[in-house]
């Protein structure tokens, strides 16, 4: 009849409509997996990669993007891959050593999971028949070094240290897979890389495309194709924090510093979002105040306690407010220091006793909290620093206002080069 037919012809516009819009967006999801490039639910690959153990969240979080980019490549390249994220925890800083924490308990995994397909690697484990891993692609640098000129390129050579990590048992490879005592892999082979995403996806695709699953370990080894450039803002305007921490940081600055949000809100989606510097912050400004392994590391280079008070005190007086947010990893000691030195309010945000914060949520807190603040200063070369400058980026506040570091009180001998500006770029 003409209505069924009618109805049949709707139906049609609408699945088009919406196929047109999944088009635009260049991406697939887990659960829109385009059929049409995909037979088989068993073609998938799946990429699991994981980090030098010494290296930190903020780092990781970086190695991350390169990672998501170059599994986003090697899908354009009709391969069927899927990013399984590595569990965080046992992190040096982080004083629980708790392992296995859920990317979803600190970051909006739909969201991330619409930049690339992702899933936890929990899901991994229900997915595959058992728990082992095709293969171990352990990178490693040439042993040669960089005779000279940098080339991107990639060759499998014998493992200059890459084995020691690793234990044959029962002709299966034993390891650190984020703590997870029943989880092998079948082969390991060392690849000597040198390049970035791009080089990256190429070897997937070329070398690595027919195993189901692979484990990169020492991922840190792909650089970015193009820090700052467009698909790298893509991919951390998708790594958005859980919205239970978003929640809780918004609750900190109403409810305890009784301040406005006066900012931007994001959008629902981040492909959305939209270029603005309209974001104002609330009447604070925000320190990060990196301590702990950097005083011993970078110490001259960083303010004394007192060096630190009178940089945030100035930077207050500056925008015309009267407290101070400081992000912190200081022991209680320096904090008090901190705050007997300082002519305006201290806010320091510490998670009450029943709230069951991991350490990597209560810093993440903090940096929602600095990327809200009227003006920023940060750390000296600490990547917890720059990834509060990208937030601020993404909130779309005036850049000035963003790029700021705390000097040495020995500015002469220890000249105090400001942050580049890594403007975000859509
Ligand atoms: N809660 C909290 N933790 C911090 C702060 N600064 C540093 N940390 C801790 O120290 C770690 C710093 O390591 P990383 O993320 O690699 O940043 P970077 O070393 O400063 O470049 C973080 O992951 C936190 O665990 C801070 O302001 N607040
Ligand atoms: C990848 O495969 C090509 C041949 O297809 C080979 O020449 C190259 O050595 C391989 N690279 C690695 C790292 O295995
Ligand atoms: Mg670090």
Redesign the pocket.
Known sequence: SRMSLWCLLVTLIVWVGSRTEAGEDKTDTVSTLDTDRYSLPQDARYVLYDVNRG?????RRDVHMRIAIAVKKLREKGVNAILVLPPWGG?Y??RDQKTGVRWSDLFDVPSINSFVPSIEFEEFLEVVPSPVIDRIVYLQQFSEGWNGEYVMKSEKRPCLDGDQFYEKEDGLWKGWFYGKEDVRARDLECVSFQGDADTFSDLLAKNYSTFQSIFVDRAETVLHAEYGGVEYWRARRSMRYSKQLETRAEQFITEEMKEEIDAQPLTERWQDEQATRASKGGAYVCA???R???VTSYGKTLPSIKGAAEQITELAKEYGVKKAFV???APKEEIEKLRKQLKITLYT?TPGPEEKLI??A??IV?QIICSWARAFTG?H?????YRIQEDREIRGFPVETTFRRMCADDVRSFPCEQPAKWKIVY
């Open positions: 290296e930190g969240f903020n780092l992190l800083h982080w990060h105040w990196r702990r392994d950097f992000a912190t990893d945000f350490d990597g209560s810093a903090e750390s070369v600490s990547t917890f620093s």
